[in-house]
Structures are given as structure tokens and as C-alpha cells.
């Protein structure tokens, strides 16, 4: 991996040349016509919020808020008020009719044999009433399947039944901070032709007709089913099979301490009795509910409208605070703040809180059918529905067509630190039923805080609720609403049918099987078998050749070798693509020690293409800090024969978690300076090279850098260009050193003695990249390449610094030819070199190889050390999306991968870079950390720190991306350019 940051501060960053930052898809237009409005907007929440004190009313004052309830047609009523208070237009409640009303009565539980125990129960919403107490023995009822009732036919008349296996919650199991971001991939949408992706309730809702319609004819007397929540709390949803039906048997929820003690009673062939009692009421007849309505009228598109919306309905075991009481006062807040600050969208604003979500989403089905003839003038949907936990990130609901312009309306909002936004569906909120009538429906991905504990619990209240997360949520619909109404355009449509395999009129009679994705599991398979011959090759790579700079006869020896290996392997057209370096460079001996104010020994390593300083040289120590070039006048002069420390020293942080990491920074798992502001690359590089230029003028004795890595290890790069000699003497210091200098020129006069030792060739040196391929059966003169570098620094072994990638293509390489693909295109497996001093062995292969670009689909480099490939980044090729999703599923679904969704950040620092500024599609592996920013660029590169399960599943995702890239049924698409975007 290319070092992308360096460990010292110029103009109070640190960063590499040329790297590109991850992030928006615009960096360079973050100052957006958006900005100054949204920084008005995120002050006016968070120094003025009345969310909380308005969620403390709904939740204390009216409190629950059943569908049908009267408690639900007074926050109906208050929240209209509201609006109006605020100022919004038009605030009014629209109605629409639920088919009857349910209210709780009483319920109560005991077990009776074998021994007599209480338990705590809560009917089922729209449960009918038991004719009294009825007594029945417990049925474990565990037919998965329709054909499995028969077992039980004649043994359930008077039974009371339980179906769920119970799960144990005690010990809880720890929470995994990452969990919600490293769920795998959903399965892509449908394409024409395929059925569609099944609604998981619908396939729910079938098996709870099918069991319930069995269990009445076999005359069952109450079901129970498990809390699934610990600490003796209580769940709630509803049992109707139908809009607003009465369930089919009584039914209520039981604490899942008690479910389980009753389930391992049954499990041990107890004979256990349960007595149920419980009173419910319904209404007799239809009765009208209300969705609560208002908006900000469009300043020059006033019938185009952008809707943020809540629920306004909750179950009634607690005082449905988070459920949804959260988001319904973040949509009323959003409405405050924005009439307050007078902002004059062009499109209207319009807030929705619906109500009748809980039962199946019947309040937003409903705002759909009242508003069918205005549906193309929606531009897009946020609803805010997962409690108290700050906003993630927003899912898209497979709304390919909206990310980009999705981007560009959250990237004015980097304080917020939201995270990639997200191509995810969920069937459970109101923003689905904008979805299923084309309207673009986008809801909140939230931490999920308390959730799991609060929904649908009685513990749903107000004492729950995270006041500054509410804000935040306030903050992310404002901002957005706002933003989305600005746009130049109306958010695109998904292209119709909506639902492909919905519409389609004819129906596959079963589901074929997918060769691509047999043989998928083959190489999978495959490479995991091949697993010892991974193990061996990065062995011999690392411990029998060793670390491969540039220029090496150890980097030749490594080319020749991986030459041998493919051709072991029996891969076709094997050979050396040989490209020049203006000189190769040797390490040689880096010394120095604190002479004053006391002596101390330093460490030191020589920089990449450093000069020798021809045996030691003394000299006070300097400390050179500038923002810009001018600030560079105040040291010439004074710096003759100086030891120059490069940049005040910064606290260094750890890596995040990749997919943890928020959309406006880097996922390259290395270490980087506190406060890091985003700078122009272009204009670092100038005043960094005006900086040696200028300490070549001034004849300094040395210049020494800090290491980024902490606890004495040691850094490396280059800091010459094209391979040429620096201007003048370079080492990296160890940080403990480098920080102890710093403060002591500071404080008062310090001196060092500092021997550079290095030398360069003095003349061209030919390097190779390695080159093998398995010819396409139909389309050879196109190409899918996957790719790694072949050399490293010096320092360590270059484990995991490309060792790991490379290794993993020959891995690759091995098991598609060993299973025998006959790919469609040809695959071709490239090991660079020169990677390191700026990604010169993949520039060169760019050009040798230019009039080949167009027939080159896509190239995937494996680049980030010995972590797990969490998912694939695609460069801002928005195009190319949602193809790749359908291409890479199959990796998602298999378990010892689960390949997260694909991300659309830009990164540098890798050989996907030359490519993706050729044109090509480019992509990079996004991995586990692993410690890969201890290990980069150190001594601690080595064998020893390989993560080898991790390793072979990189190869996994390498091998299957190239097959099935090459069998679809065209080239990859390539990035709008900024042309045919203005023609667009």
C-alpha cells in the first residue's frame, strides 16, 4: 500500500502525494449552494431544540397512542396545532378508515403442573378475548413446514401452544459495535424478467395463515408466543391475519423468562398446564383515523414536494417514546427550525406523521392512495423510524438511481458525521409504501442505542430517549429536506416496471438453477483447499526472498519467481512486462544521537531515494512549521547546517472500523493525525517541494520526519520523484524521538549528530510486471484484470505489504484454472511493482497498454494487508452499481464471506488509481483493519502478523469477481464523465 498520509504537519495536516481522499463524490464542491443554509439549519437545532420538551408531552401527557384510540386522535389534534404554532401552512389531519378498534383489557397467566408458577403476560393487539380462564397443556408445536401439521393432527384440541425455540438472553451476548454496518449484502433487486425479491412479511404473514387456520380446525385454546427480551419485558404486535381482523385465537405475549422455563419443561417431556384469562375489546364498527399534515410552501415549484415523515401511532405497553415518538417530534423540530429561519425552498416541504404503521403501514398506504394523481410530483421520501439513536446513515431502498444525487445533498453535512449512505431495503416503515408506487422512499439507518429493549415493550418511554441523537435526527431531516428541495431536479425514478417480476404477465414455473453461481461455490471451494499452497507461497516470498524495494535484485528475483508459479499453475501467456526506473536505491546504515543539551542515542531510518550525508553531520536542531510557501522567508538564512525537524509533530489516532468510518473520510486503515482538516493535494505537494527546495538552497545537514506509528516503530517513503536522488539527506525519526527533539529546540538551544547512509545506481534499472492470463472462450480481446503489487519497502518483509495481496492473485489464478472456468472474457492477473513510490509499475502498464483500455472492464487490487475483504470500493462509478451488486452477491451469500454491500468512496494510495484516471472501471478491496497501521511501511512487516483465514478469503473475492465479471453479459459501464453528465 502506497503511504497515503506522512507522520509530520505542513499547513497542519499530514497526507501523501497524490493520494485522493475518500468520501462525497464531489470533495472539491463541498462549499455547495446548500452549505451556508445547512449551517444555519444545524445551529438553529442544536442551540434551540424543542424536541425533547415536545417528546416529554407526547410521551407524559398523552402518552400511548394505539391506532383507533382516542389517545392517538389527541396527539393527532396537538401535533396540527403544533405546526401551526411553528408556522408551517397548511396544517391540517387527513382521514382515512380502519375496519374496527381493539383496546386491552386484563390478562393474566399461571402455569399449574408440575408446579404452580405467575406469569406475566400481554395480549396480542387485535387478539380476541378467552371464553374465561381456559386451562390447556403446552404443545411444542414445531412443524416448520405445511406438510408437518399432520403430525399433530388430534393432539392440540384444548392445548395452549408455543411454536418460537426459545433462545437464551442470559448471559446477553456482547454487543458488536460494528454489527449493523457489517451485515452482508441484500440480495439485488430484480431485473426484468426475474421474479421479485420476496417481501419477508409476506412470506411471514403465509406461514401465520397456514399454522393459525390448522390450529383452529384442531381447536386450539391460546397460543403463546416469546417476548424474545429480556429482564421481564413484555412484546406487542398484532395477530390479525387481514387489515384490522380480530385474530383467529387468543393470543399473548409471555416474558421471555417465562417462555423459556415453560419450553424447557416441554423439552424434558414434563407434562406442564397453563391457565390464561384474558379480556380484550373491540369496536363494533369502521371508525376514521387521521394522518397529521403541514408543509413549507415552494418558492418557484410549489407543486413539487419533498416529504419527511414519522409515525405517530405506537403500541400501548409503554408511551411509544422511541417507537415513534423519536421520529415524529424530529419531523415536527425539522418543521421549526425551518419556518423559524424563513428559508424558502423551491419545492415544498411537506411533514407527514402517519399513523396506523404499526399494524402494517395502512396510514402511509393510505396518504398513497388519497395522493395517487400527485405521485410524480413527490420528489423523494425520508421517514425517521428506529428510535433514539443518532442517524447512521440513510438506506435507499435499491434506489440506484438517487446516489449520486443523494451525495451531493448530504455532503454540506460533515459534522454530522454520517456515514456511506446505503442501497438497503426494509419493508418495515412507512417509506415502503412510496417505494411500491415508484416514488423514491428513503428511510434512517440509526445505532440502534436501547432498540431492542424499548420497541414494542413497556419500557418504550420517555426516560429512553437520547436527547442530543433526537436533535441529531432533527438536524440530518432538516438538512436533507432542505437540500433535496434545492436540487436543480426532481430525484430520479427507478426505471418501470418498478417491480419487474411483480408485473411481468408470465411466471417462471420454478427457479432454474445459476451456473455462474455453482460455479462460484466450486472456486470458493477451491481456494479454501488450496489453502497450504497460499500459506507456502507467501512463506517462501517473504522468508526466501524477502523484502522487494524497487530496483532490487531481490524485486527481480520475486518477478521471475511468481513468472514460474503461474506458469505452474498452467495459466496462458506468461511473461514480464519490463518498464525503467531512473535509478535503483540501497538502504544503507541511518545513525544519530542528541548531542545537546544531553546525549541520547536516536533512531533512525534513511528515506526511500535519500542521499548519503557522506559520514555524520552536527548542527542545532530546528523546527520548521509553515502553512504556506511565503511563511518559508522567515528560516532563509538560518538553516545552514540545521538538523530540520519537518512539521510540528501531531497526536496521532488509530484507524477506524472501514465501514464505521463517516463518508467525508478515508477507510485506508492507517493512523492520522487529530483534527485532520481536508486540503488540495496539488497545492501540499508545491509547498512541500518548495520546502526541500529551499533546504537544498540553505545547505541543511539533514532533515529528519516523524514516524506516524508509535512504541519505535519506524516509518518509510520516498521523498524524491521518478526515482531520482532527494535534494538533500532524509531520515525518519522514531515518534518518541522526533516528539523529545521538538520540545527541546523549543525550549532552548539542541543539537544533533545524524550519518544517512544510501546510495543509487547512477543509471536506468529495468523492473518487471508480472503478467498471466486464462483466455476468454468468446470475447478474448476483452479483459478483466485483478491485480496486487509485488514489491515493498525495506524495512520489514513486506508481509502483509503487498505479500498478502500478490499472494492472493496467484491463489486466485491457481484455483479458477485448477476448476476449469471458461470465462466468457479474459481474465488476467497483473503483479505490479513500483507501487510504492507512487503506483508507477500500474502507470506503466496504463500506458503500455492504452489502446487496450476500452476492452478492459474492470480491475479489482488487493492492497490493504492481512485484514478480511469487508466489501469492494467502487471509485465513485455510480454507473456501475448496481451491476456489481447482481455480480457480487453470490459473495455476500456465501458464509465464510459475506461480502458487505459495495461502497462508492474514492480512495488513493493503490493501483486501481491509473486505471480509474484512464477511464477503466477501477476498484480496490476494502479490509479489516488488522493492524495493518502498525505493520505499513514498518519493521513489523512480516510473516508472523498474517491473518491466513482472512487471507484465503481474500482470494475468494478475487477469484470470484473476475469470473463473474467476465460472464456478464457486457463490459462494465464506465463513469459519466462531466461532459455527458451536463448533456444528461
Known sequence: MRLRRIGVSVCGVVLAFGAVRGGWAEPAEEKSAFAA????????????????????YLSDNI????????????????????????????????????????????????????????????????????????????????????????????KLKGAIVIYQEAVSLSPPKPEEPNALLSRPMQQPPARIGEPPVEDPYEAFLKAARERAEFWKQEGVAAVLRDSNKPHGLLNMTDVSLGRYDIGPIPTAFITGEGYRMIFRMVQRHLPVQVEVEMTNRVGDKPMTVYNTVAEIRGSEKPDEVVIIGGHLDSWDLGTGSTDDGTGSMAVLEAARALTKLNLKPKRTIRFVLFSGEEQGLYGSQEYVKAHKNDLEKISGVLVHDTGTGRVLTLGLHDNYQDREMVDQVLAPLRELKLMEPRMARSFGTDHWSFDEVGVPGFFCIQDRAEYNLTHHSQSDTFDKVWRDDLNQGAEVLAAWAYNTANLPEMLPRRPLPYNPGKDATKKEEAPKADPIEAMDTKIVEQVKADAPALKADLTYLTERIGPRLTGSAKLDEASHWTAEQFKAAGLANVHLEDWTIANSWTRGPATGRLVVPTE?????????????????????????????????????????????????????????????????????????????MPIDPAAYRQARLAAMKMFAEEKVGAVLMASEK?????????????????????????????????????AGRAEAEVSIGGSLSGKPVQVYNTVAEIRGAEKPDEAVIIGAHLDSWDLGTGATDNGTGSMA??????????VGVKPKRTIRFVLFTGEEQGLNGSRAYVKTHKDELAKISGVLVHDSGTGKVLTIGLMGNYAVRETIDHALYPLAKAKEIELVEPSLRREGGSDHVPFDEAGVPGFWCVQDVADYDKMHHSQADRLEHVRWDDLTEGAQVLAVFAYNVAQLPELLPRKATKEKKADQ
Open 37 to 56: 443554509a445547512d449551517a444555519q439549519i444545524l445551529s438553529e437545532i442544536r442551540e434551540h431544540s424543542e424536541a425533547a420538551a415536545n417528546l416529554e
Open 63 to 154: 402518552g400511548a397512542r394505539l391506532t383507533g384510540s382516542p389517545q392517538l386522535k389527541q396527539a393527532n389534534d396537538w401535533t396540527r396545532e403544533m405546526f401551526a404554532k411553528y408556522g408551517a401552512m397548511d396544517a391540517h389531519l387527513e382521514g382515512w378508515t380502519m375496519e374496527r378498534s381493539w383496546a386491552r383489557g386484563t390478562a393474566s397467566a399461571r402455569m399449574v403442573s408440575p408446579a404452580e408458577h405467575p406469569l406475566t403476560i400481554a395480549a396480542a393487539g387485535w387478539s380476541p378475548s378467552t371464553p374465561g380462564a381456559v386451562t390447556g397443556a403446552v404443545v411444542y408445536f414445531d412443524a416448520k413446514e405445511k406438510k408437518d401439521f399432520a403430525r399433530f393432527h388430534g
Open 600 to 676: 541520547q542515542i536516536l533512531t533512525l531510518a534513511a528515506a526511500g531515494w535519500s542521499p548519503s550525508t557522506n559520514g555524520a553531520v552536527r548542527g542545532p536542531v530546528v523546527g520548521v512549521i509553515f502553512e504556506k510557501i511565503e511563511d518559508l522567508e522567515q528560516y532563509k538564512g538560518k538553516l545552514k547546517g540545521a538538523i530540520v525537524l519537518f512539521g510540528r509533530p501531531r497526536k496521532m489516532v488509530p484507524p477506524e472500523f472501514p465501514l464505521a468510518t463517516p463518508w467525508s473520510e478515508s477507510t485506508i486503515p492507517l493512523a492520522h493525525a487529530v483534527n485532520e
Open 710 to 746: 508509535e512504541f519505535g516503530l519506524l516509518n518509510m517513503s520516498s521523498q524524491s520523484r521518478d526515482y531520482q536522488a532527494a535534494v538533500v539527506p532524509v531520515a525518519y525519526s522514531v515518534r518518541e524521538d522526533y516528539e523529545m527533539l521538538w520540545h527541546l529546540q523549543e
Open 809 to 818: 492473485v496467484l491463489a486466485a489464478a491457481r484455483a479458477l484454472q485448477k
